[in-house]
């Protein structure tokens, strides 16, 4: 069964400063990986998806990787802002059962001005 | 505007009195799911809706039902609610089920049920 860990678990960081989220998953057969951000009281929103053929992607000042033969996924924020506090997610599609998504259980990233 | 819309967003309500959630989404989405999120497990699913009609057991459904009798609707169900079910539910949909980049999921805002 795909197991999905994300490390740390929370974060604290100055404005302006370049940070790295890590994403690991057991199984490495999947279909794609999935970033997301949640705000307090708010849904889950898609910020990038990398499909397994794929080595990143990147939208704006999100950078995401993948090594799928190490089961790892990486995701790269640059010069942060006070904005980009939120808790983020990883969620991995799997090869055995596409039709769900296994989640980590998120990093809580708290940036300060 | 494109949504998932989940009613009630809050839900106080007491052991054994059957309650429902609803979702609804206006996308024309295929693809509909039901996750809980409780701290320390993070999100896991319960249900999924593959098309209208079609439904299937995620990781947690012990305890709910759903059904997908619209495109546009997929209620989650709890019959008899006990205390471990209170939890942060969210509904969810896609265009697709199937593994394509295109099925990105769309999120509804979230509802927050207490069972006392």
């Known amino acids: 069964k795909q197991e999905v860990t994300q490390i740390p678990a929370a974060l604290s960081v100055p404005e302006g400063e370049n940070l790295v989220l890590n994403c690991s998953f057991t199984?490495?057969?999947?279909?794609?990986l999935q970033w997301f951000r949640q705000d307090p009281g708010k849904g889950l929103t898609s910020l990038l998806l990398?499909?397994?053929?794929?080595r990143e992607q990147t939208s704006g000042r999100l950078n995401a990787s993948l090594d799928k033969s190490s089961g790892r996924s990486t995701l790269y924020i640059a010069a942060s802002q006070p904005g980009d506090s939120a808790t983020y997610l990883c969620?991995?599609?799997?090869?055995?059962?596409?039709?769900?998504?296994?989640f980590g259980k998120g990093t809580m990233l708290l940036v300060s001005p | 505007e494109a949504q998932v819309t989940q009613n009630p967003r809050y839900l106080i309500t007491v052991t054994g009195k059957k309650l429902t959630v609803t979702c609804s989404q206006n996308?024309?989405?295929?693809?509909m799911s039901w996750y809980r999120q409780d701290p320390g497990l993070g999100l896991r699913q319960i249900y999924y809706?593959?098309?209208?009609?079609?439904?299937d057991k995620g990781d947690v459904p012990e305890g709910y039902k759903v059904s997908r009798k619209e495109k546009r609707n997929f209620p989650l169900i709890l019959e008899s609610p006990s205390p471990n079910q209170t939890s942060l539910y969210f509904c969810?949909?896609?265009?697709?089920?199937?593994?394509?980049?295109?099925?990105?999921?769309?999120f509804g805002a979230g509802s927050r049920l207490t069972v006392l």
């Open positions: 969810a949909s896609s265009p697709g089920g199937g593994p394509s980049g295109a099925n990105v999921l769309t």
């Open positions: 199984d490495s057969a999947i279909y794609n």
């Open positions: 990398i499909q397994s053929s794929q």
């Open positions: 969620a991995v599609r799997s090869l055995s059962g596409y039709s769900t998504l296994t």
């Open positions: 996308m024309n989405h295929e693809y």
């Open positions: 809706s593959m098309n209208v009609e079609v439904t």
